[in-house]
């Protein structure tokens, strides 16, 4: 019998062309917290359905308890065999509570660090993006001394584990060069986002060639609208991703203007893999 491809589609299944796509080795992955599935295993079926390649995992805590949610084996081996079964990488997991339980001050969030590396490793994720907006920005030297002390802490146990640890604030590119240098661990990486360089001030476009793909572990996608449609210049943007040799994970953290997540997230892949097939 004589499957069509829409028949494929309307029931769900991913081919494997809409799921890879001619990306030139870059990889396009999307966030759980903008499927509106955040820390819940369901995302990673979304993301499949929807074409993408990976999804970017919140790390959640669990209750009051200071542990993580991933803690637990039994969720934790849920969320890998999940990603096996469905045939979808795991792009990276994410402390998004560091937003609120300051990395650079709170022991809570520098316990969950220690216990997001074997986390990571286990799904295979490589990536922990640690996050400094909020009340957690990052404004002030004590503050980034403080940060540098802790990942120095916690670097040896990410290489050892072959994890990097993602910083994504407002500062600029040189700025986070000067916390990577001063770590000294090739664990300690930026992680990316063109829209939050934008809105901080600095040429998103001149700091990706600055960087070059080395000091680079993620790159968050987004704008204020559809991608395309925004301040970005994605055109200019994927274009340079791809000229410096990038080719890990690109996640989109795009919101959904029409109120469908599913519709929405697919208008923007489609128009980043576009960009780059």
């Not at 204020?224 to 925004?230: D, N, S």
């Not at 991703?241 to 795009?254: D, H, P, V």
């Given at each position: 019998?004589?499957?069509?491809?829409?028949?494929?589609?309307?029931?769900?299944?991913?081919?494997?062309?809409?799921?890879?796509?001619?990306t030139g080795g870059l990889k396009l992955g999307v966030t759980d917290w903008n499927l509106r599935l955040r820390g819940k295993p369901e995302a990673l079926a979304l993301g499949a359905r929807i074409g993408f390649q990976g999804v970017e995992l919140s790390l959640v805590p669990a209750g009051d308890s200071g542990k993580l949610e991933l803690e637990d084996n039994a969720l934790l081996e849920r969320y890998a065999s999940e990603s096996k079964r469905l045939g979808i990488a795991i792009a990276?997991?994410?402390?998004?509570?560091?937003?609120?339980?300051?990395?650079?001050?709170?022991?809570r969030a520098q316990q969950w660090l220690g216990a997001a590396i074997p986390i990571t490793a286990r799904l295979d994720a490589r990536v922990i993006l640690i996050p400094f907006f909020s009340q957690c920005e990052l404004k002030q030297a004590s503050q980034i001394d403080s940060v540098v002390s802790i990942l120095k802490e916690h670097a040896p146990a990410a290489e050892r584990a072959g994890v990097r640890l993602g910083l994504e604030n407002y500062l600029s590119a040189a700025e986070n060069a000067k916390i990577m240098d001063r770590v000294g661990s090739r664990a300690v990486l930026v992680y990316y986002d063109l829209k939050n360089a934008f809105d901080s001030g600095h040429d998103p476009y001149a700091e990706l060639r600055w960087l070059t793909a080395k000091r680079i572990c993620q790159i968050h996608l987004k704008d204020?609208?559809?991608?395309?449609?925004?301040v970005i210049d994605?055109?200019?943007?994927?274009?340079?991703?791809?000229?410096?040799?990038?080719?890990?994970?690109?996640?989109?953290?795009?919101?959904?203007?029409?109120?469908s997540v599913e519709n929405d997230m697919r208008r923007n892949l489609d128009y980043i893999r576009g960009l780059l097939g």
């Open positions: 019998m004589r499957i069509s491809r829409r028949s494929f589609v309307a029931a769900g299944f991913v081919l494997p062309s809409l799921a890879a796509g001619k990276g997991t994410a402390l998004t509570e560091c937003n609120r339980v300051c990395m650079a001050s709170e022991k204020k609208a559809y991608l395309g449609q925004g994605y055109v200019k943007g994927m274009k340079i991703i791809q000229e410096i040799g990038y080719r890990g994970f690109a996640n989109l953290e795009t919101t959904s203007p029409s109120g």
